[in-house]
């Protein structure tokens, strides 16, 4: 059982950016995936979530309107669409796999090992 984070790198602000997050050996669809991220001396905070039951997300409220989640079933990968990236948005990514859809780390059994995004002039 793994995912497998990528997309991260260095981009200006005002970019975008487009995270994946692939799983093996455990069917993506089957769970609700959340992407978190991480700051340098901050704790992890959730970013965007996707329900495996109705499809509904969740935005923070630092991103909404601006980062997008989308999940392809066929195969299994959740995305992540940044746009309008702010110096505030830099920070490791993480996505997570679990069984309740929520927004705090306790609800994800599964992580990816994050992808780093740096917004930057």
């Known amino acids: 059982v793994q995912l497998q984070a990528s997309g991260g790198g260095v981009v200006q602000p005002g970019g975008s950016l487009r995270l994946s997050c692939t799983a093996s050996?455990?069917?993506?669809?089957?769970?609700?995936n959340a992407w978190f991220r991480q700051a340098p001396g901050k704790e992890r905070e959730s970013v965007s979530c996707?329900?495996?039951?109705?499809?509904?997300?969740y935005y923070a409220d630092s991103v909404r309107g601006r980062f997008t989640i989308s999940r392809n079933n066929a195969e299994s990968t959740v995305y992540l669409q940044m746009n309008g990236l702010k110096p505030e948005d830099t920070a490791v990514y993480y996505c997570?796999?679990?069984?309740?859809?929520?927004?705090?780390?306790?609800?994800?059994?599964?992580w990816g090992q994050g992808t780093l995004v740096t917004v930057s002039s």
């Open positions: 996707i329900s495996n039951k109705d499809g509904r997300t």
């Open positions: 050996g455990f069917i993506l669809p089957h769970f609700a």
């Open positions: 997570g796999a679990g069984r309740n859809y929520g927004t705090t780390t306790l609800d994800y059994d599964y």
